[in-house]
């Protein structure tokens, strides 16, 4: 009964390279969010998602951030140009549906810009 | 807009010793709030999840209160161990919202 699973654990890109982060969600579970967290600062939503639905992208920038969760295969994670301020834990939560539902979380993609 | 506030920021208690951590929140009109914790390097485990219809949850040493209408919500926990060291969070989640609003957290060191 594997949890939520991310990878990969530790990412290091150039500027302007691309990062890809996968998540698979905890099985049987449909729903999907990012979330960031900077260092020294709080959890901060980026983005729901549903099987190959964006359902709620308002925390997400509006440039060069983008995610998917297809029908088939883990959710993705892309920031295209990365910057410096882009080095953040990126953590991916799923449950299973409804607003009752906890969400569950994975350990994280720590990524590091240099 | 919904902002989650836990004080103290960072708390260590001897081995054995009841503690309580606290959070606040802004806007009342929440669904429930849910409390994590967090070990260095890892991700978010949830320990209690509170309706907001409901006043507290139980799971084993660990005691949650919710009063909805004075925005706080209390972690208990009875007889602290050392491996309860961990950043504890609490996170509400706002009627009709999608995501959730997370304080920054408390870090909690219990000395063997």
């Known amino acids: 009964n594997a949890g939520v699973m991310q990878n990969p654990r530790h990412l290091v890109r150039r500027r302007g390279q691309e990062a890809r982060l996968r998540c698979s969600p905890m099985k049987g579970h449909s729903h999907v969010y990012w979330y960031r967290q900077l260092p020294e600062e709080g959890l901060k939503f980026m983005v729901y998602l549903q099987k190959e639905n964006i359902i709620d992208e308002s925390g997400m920038p509006k440039e060069r951030f983008s995610a998917e969760f297809p029908k088939e295969g883990p959710s993705i994670l892309r920031i295209q140009q990365v910057v410096r301020g882009d080095s953040a834990a990126y953590f991916c939560a799923s449950s299973t549906e409804g607003y009752n539902s906890p969400l569950h979380f994975g350990n994280g993609t720590r990524l590091t810009v240099t | ?112």
């Open chain 2, 1 to 112: 807009k919904q902002e989650v506030t836990q004080i103290p920021a960072a708390l260590s208690v001897p081995e054995g010793e009841n503690l309580v951590l606290n959070c606040s929140f802004t806007d009342s009109a929440i669904y429930n709030l849910q409390w994590f914790r967090q070990d260095p390097g890892k991700g978010l485990t949830s320990l209690l999840l509170i309706q907001s219809s409901q006043r507290e949850q139980t799971s084993g040493r660990l005691n949650a209160s919710l009063d909805k209408s004075s925005g706080r919500s209390t972690l208990y926990i009875a007889a602290s161990q050392p491996g309860d060291s961990a950043t504890y969070l609490c996170a509400v989640r706002e009627t009709g919202a999608n995501n959730l609003f997370f304080g920054t957290g408390t870090r909690l060191t219990v000395i063997p």
